[in-house]
């Protein structure tokens, strides 16, 4: 856990300091893929609910943010990845952070069970109460399944925007919510590949500490192609279409051949070329992510517009 009096401020905290403390990029992934959910719901929205839905399910996100760099300051004083976050570097206090998240988790569940529904602001309290709690304090420095368990946590927002939207949980929610689940272990494995020393260093049991490469390279595999039949199946419900199809058949199997270049690299290949295509890989699932949901958005726009076709039924 965090000791709070490790460091001092070495200076007083700007704006930019606990915008940081909320992980903005994070939280553009959240706000995202919470609007997707929102916006391909079979049920119209206010724009001002459905503002105010993505409002607080962003300072929800950041919340959950803010509490995780609270407990972890102790780690991430160690590993280089997060050595310039607000807190080990001085910039914003332990108290401080902890303050900020409380406060901004009870706003965003309680606002946004009141600008949209109950099962919304549950869900969104379930999903920082998981994060934090769940992932953050038990999972993450216990077991190297630490980030498919935990992965549940980002999963959960295109779920919290077609609650906004619905008042509940449908097929096509629960499908949004497998979709990022499985992307998040291949995701984060391909980034721990390169980033090994960090984690072996800060004593968080990744699987590439606990079981190595070779062990880590098989799962990224086996999660790629569990993954892809959650973007086909997508496609085959009331919000898919072909534009989601044709994003699904294209990102899948391009996600599968960076799995597979992965699988059959060796520790001292990866090393020569400075993990080349972990890296590579890594990004690509970035915007994997992006692509899917935006293809479901796409799909959304064009039976707005009265061009969009349905592939089954």
């Not at 051949?257 to 060796?266: E, P, T, V």
Request: hydrophobic share 55%; aromatic share 12%.
């Amino acid at each position: 856990m965090t000791d709070s009096a490790v460091i001092t401020n070495e200076r007083e905290a700007g704006f930019g300091d606990y915008v940081a403390l909320l992980k903005p990029r994070v939280m553009s992934l959240v706000v995202f893929t919470a609007l997707v959910g929102l916006l391909v719901a079979p049920v119209p929205v206010h724009p001002v609910v459905g503002f105010a839905a993505i409002l607080f399910i962003a300072i929800g996100g950041g919340a959950s943010g803010a509490l995780n760099m609270w407990w972890d300051a102790d780690i991430d004083r160690i590993m280089t990845r997060t050595q310039r976050r607000p807190i080990p570097s001085g910039k914003v206090g332990s108290e401080e952070a902890l303050a900020l998240g409380l406060a901004l988790s009870g706003l965003s569940v309680v606002m946004l069970g009141l600008a949209a529904n109950v099962m919304a602001g549950a869900l969104l309290a379930f999903t920082i109460f998981f994060y934090v709690v769940i992932y953050t304090m038990w999972l993450k420095r216990w077991t190297p399944q630490n980030i498919v368990i935990g992965g549940a946590a980002g999963a959960f927002p295109p779920m919290i925007g077609w609650a906004a939207a619905t008042g509940g949980i449908s097929v096509e929610s629960v499908l949004m919510f497998l979709l990022t689940f499985m992307w998040t272990p291949p995701h984060f494995w391909a980034l721990a590949l390169f980033m090994k020393s960090d984690y072996s260093e800060a004593g968080v049991p990744m699987l590439t500490v606990t079981h190595g490469h070779d062990a880590t390279r098989r799962h990224i595999l086996a999660y790629t192609v569990l993954l892809a039949p959650v973007g086909v199946a997508l496609a085959f419900t009331s919000i898919g279409g072909p534009a989601t199809l044709a994003a699904a058949v294209v990102l899948n199997l391009l996600f599968l051949k960076g799995a597979w270049a992965i699988f059959r690299r060796s520790t001292e290949q990866a090393v020569a070329d400075s993990y080349a295509t972990e890296k590579r890989v890594f990004k690509f699932s970035l915007l994997y992510l992006f692509a899917m949901f935006g293809a479901l958005l796409a799909d959304a726009t064009f039976r707005a517009l009265g061009w969009g076709l349905h592939i089954w039924p």
